[in-house]
């Protein structure tokens, strides 16, 4: 089946600092990417939709310049969290949707998820 | 705004027995559902979907069913096994709209 990935799998950064993190589709392409977070015992919860080659859409009350996404290849988005803040720590998950497949949710496919620990 | 909940936070089953995980709606116009299984530390992983024009739908040892009349999804195990151990959640959509709107989730616990 499809398979997604995301590095890294844990990081711990001090207050401040920035973090990205990696999402890649690695048998198929994707024109689309979500970016979900994850609060400990909750569900996951939609940041934003990465479409390649033009800017991600937000979800209300996600901070686009905190939360920056960039979608350059067909195989590849990238979440970046700026100045982050112990607050931001979080199990932050990708999912993308295989452009074969187009019209059809079923081919959301998700990846692993990054722990993000900011002291 | 609209959302999808789950009845049970927790569900503790027996090895062998079967397990039924339920799901609430309320956007009356959603037309696609997916149940989800993620395990400690990973990302969710696909199980079964439903459209709803259909009312039942089988899986290996998986069942969905959806009744649009109460807006109820569920999610029968049968013959559980420690691996089913996990957080399942329902999600939901319209089919003209690629994001998924996520339910709370039910942790299934089986029991040796």
């Known amino acids: 089946g499809a398979v997604v990935s995301q590095h890294p799998s844990w990081v711990i950064c001090k207050s401040g600092t920035s973090v990205k993190i990696e999402c890649r589709s690695l048998?198929?392409?994707?024109?689309?990417m979500f970016w979900y977070r994850q609060f400990p015992k909750q569900s996951l919860m939609l940041m934003a939709t990465?479409?390649?080659?033009?800017?991600?859409?937000?979800e209300q009350g996600v901070e686009k310049d905190k939360f920056l996404i960039n979608h350059a290849s067909l195989t590849l988005s990238t979440l970046t969290v700026t100045s982050a803040h112990p607050e931001d720590s979080s199990f932050y998950i990708c999912?993308?949707?295989?452009?074969?497949?187009?019209?059809?949710?079923?081919?959301?496919?998700f990846g692993p998820g990054t722990r993000l620990t900011v002291l | 705004g609209e959302s999808v909940g789950l009845h049970l936070p927790t569900l503790s089953v027996q090895e062998g027995d079967n397990s039924i995980i339920n799901c609430a709606y309320s956007?009356?116009?959603?037309?696609?559902f997916i149940w989800y299984k993620q395990e400690s530390g990973k990302g969710p992983q696909f199980i079964i979907d439903?459209?709803?024009?259909?009312d039942k739908r089988q899986g290996q040892r998986v069942t969905v069913l959806l009744n649009k009349t109460v807006k109820h999804l569920s999610l029968q195990i049968a013959a559980t096994q420690p691996g089913d151990s996990a957080v399942y959640f329902c999600?939901?959509?319209?089919?003209?709209?690629?994001?998924?709107?996520f339910g709370t989730g039910t942790r299934l616990t089986i029991i040796p």
């Open positions: 999912s993308a949707r295989d452009l074969r497949r187009q019209g059809s949710t079923d081919t959301q496919y």
């Open positions: 048998d198929f392409q994707a024109t689309t």
């Open positions: 990465s479409n390649e080659g033009s800017k991600a859409t937000y």
């Open positions: 956007n009356s116009a959603s037309d696609y």
């Open positions: 439903i459209r709803s024009n259909m």
């Open positions: 999600a939901e959509n319209n089919f003209g709209n690629e994001k998924l709107t």
